[in-house]
Each structure stands twice: as structure tokens, then as C-alpha cells.
């Protein structure tokens, strides 16, 4: 009960934190579709610099239950890609248990098939979008960037003929599987319909992103701490290896003695200055010149590891 109690007590802690961060969107509650009758929305924040601009859409975490498109440990993304000249959009989804999996990964689709549909109205490439998502929200870019869902070409709304198909994926502090990690309440709130439905095992196969490896995927680049509470790091190098013996290309950013979000990284000792990593390998990825290093956290000791 300690241990529970004390994981609580971080859990909010950490939240608090992130939740006391203050980034003001470009533009706030964009509609970009409507799902069981409640709007589904995101905010946008505008790229530096002449288009057009690639296109991050950054997925929040909070336990598949919690956080909103404002959630600081990923919405941080937004201050140093939109320097870059990133067109950057943060989407809210539906949360469990009231809509479990695979309620929010059909969101995320939406808003991809969304923003490429409606790409010129920012300036945005419709063909270089990459996904960023955190706890929660990395799961998702994981499952949705190794789906590649295609356009249904005989959809009424022309939203929906767009591909879900993206050219990038970016996770943080990321599950990739359900079968390797003991289930906690946020899981079970998120997966126990499809277990009541499945069993157990097809139902953690089903819902795990590794499952769907192939070597179509996008690039993957994964970021996490060795001393998340919540994720092992065998979670990034186990998808880091499936995607390398089907060719896909990945990396992993490792963040010596990072624990869950991104909020006290800036603060560990010889901590890598992984958002210019992440710009850069975006970057090269999407093959876009803009800037980097603006609106980076300053490192707290002074230093760090510089990006190689």
C-alpha cells in the first residue's frame, strides 16, 4: 500500500507540474470531427519562417483516461518544433474507460486524414506528417504509425478518403507491447472490454503495436528514460529491433536516469539535448532545413550532452 501510495503521490506531483506549464496556442478547439455526437478538437500553433512546413501533431498522454491537448509533457514539443517551422497541431481524443480501445486510435486516424485533407489552409505538407506522442500518447503514435491505415475511397465525407498513413513517428516514454508489461488499472480501463471479448492473450496481442510491424512502416525514432517508473526500456529496444529486421529505419534517444515525462529532464546531470536530436532527426526524415535549438529547456546544472 506504501508503494501504491507513494506512486500516487508522484503520479499527481508530476502532473501538477506539467499542468502548471503555460504555451498558448496559435488557434484553440479546431474542430476535426465529430465522434459518438461530442466535437473532436485540437489546438494549432503556428510555424516559424516560409512555407510550406511539415506538419508534428503531437499526441498527450494521461494514462488513456486523463490530459487534454494543453498536457505540458508533450505539448513541450510545440515550443521548439514551431521554431523550427513545423506546423504543429496537439488533438484532444476520447479517454476510457466511457471509450476504450480502439475509440482513441480511430480519433488520432481522424485527425491525420483531417490535417492532410486541410493541409494548404496552414501551409502544411500534406505528405510530410509526422506523429509525437507521450506516455498514452506514444502509444498511440505507435499503434496508429505502424497501422497505416488507408483512405476509404468510398467514404461520403471526403475527410475520410485521406490515408492515416504518416512519415514519421516520434515516442516518448512509450509501450510498445501489453504482453511484456504487468497490466495496471489504466490498462485494464483501456483493454478490459476487448479482454471480456477476446481473452486475455489475443486481446494483448490485438491491441499491442509491435503486432503490426512491417516493413512499409515509417521511420521511428523513440525517446525514454532507463529509470521510467512505468515503461522498461526493453519496451523502445524490443520495437527498435522488430522494425530493424523488417528494414524500417529506427533510433532510440536514451535519457540517463530519466523517469516518466519529460518535465524533469532538463535537470539530470549530462542529460542529451534530445529536442534537438528530435528536431534534427525529423529534419532529415522529412527533409526540411529549418532551425533549431529555440525554445529548448536550459539545462539545470548548465550542460549536458550535445547532440552528436
Known amino acids: 500500500m506504501r508503494a501504491i501510495f507513494s506512486g500516487v503521490i508522484a503520479l499527481v506531483m508530476t502532473v501538477s507540474a506539467f499542468a502548471a506549464e503555460v504555451r498558448t496556442p496559435t488557434q484553440e478547439g479546431i474542430v476535426y470531427g465529430v465522434a459518438d455526437g461530442q466535437p473532436l478538437t485540437m489546438d494549432y500553433y503556428a510555424p516559424k519562417g516560409p512555407g510550406p512546413h511539415p506538419i508534428a501533431i503531437i499526441i498527450h498522454g494521461g494514462g488513456y483516461q486523463r490530459g487534454s491537448s494543453k498536457s505540458g509533457s508533450e505539448a513541450y514539443c510545440a515550443d521548439f518544433l514551431a521554431p523550427a517551422g513545423y506546423a504543429v497541431f496537439s488533438i484532444n481524443y476520447r479517454l476510457a474507460p466511457k471509450y476504450p480501445y480502439p475509440y482513441m486510435v480511430y480519433d488520432v486516424q481522424r485527425a491525420i486524414r483531417f490535417i492532410r485533407h486541410n493541409a494548404s489552409r496552414w501551409d502544411g505538407q500534406a505528405n510530410r506528417i509526422a506523429l509525437v506522442g507521450g506516455s498514452a500518447g506514444g502509444f498511440l503514435s505507435n499503434m496508429v504509425g505502424l497501422l497505416n491505415a488507408p483512405g476509404d475511397a468510398s467514404a461520403n465525407d471526403p475527410v475520410d478518403r485521406e490515408s492515416a498513413r504518416v512519415e514519421a513517428v516520434v515516442t516518448l516514454f512509450a509501450q510498445s507491447s501489453f ?34 510491424v512491417s516493413k512499409g512502416d515509417p521511420p521511428f525514432l523513440q525517446v525514454l528514460g532507463d529509470k521510467d517508473e512505468y515503461i522498461p526500456f526493453s519496451e523502445a529496444t524490443n520495437l527498435d529491433a522488430a522494425l530493424r529486421k523488417v528494414g524500417v529505419r529506427s533510433e532510440i534517444i536514451r535519457i540517463p536516469g530519466g523517469m516518466h515525462g519529460t518535465g524533469g529532464w532538463h535537470k539530470l546531470p549530462g542529460v542529451p539535448y534530445w529536442e534537438v536530436q528530435m528536431t534534427e532527426w525529423l529534419n532529415r526524415t522529412l527533409g526540411h532545413q529549418g532551425p533549431v535549438g529555440e525554445g529548448v529547456r536550459k539545462r539545470e546544472p548548465v550542460g549536458g550532452v550535445p547532440p552528436a
Request: charged share 15%; glycine share 2%.
Open 179 to 212: 504482453a511484456t508489461v504487468p497490466l495496471n488499472a489504466d490498462v485494464h480501463a483501456l483493454l478490459d472490454p476487448l479482454i471480456q471479448q477476446k481473452g486475455q492473450t489475443e486481446a494483448l496481442r490485438v491491441a499491442s503495436p509491435i503486432t503490426y
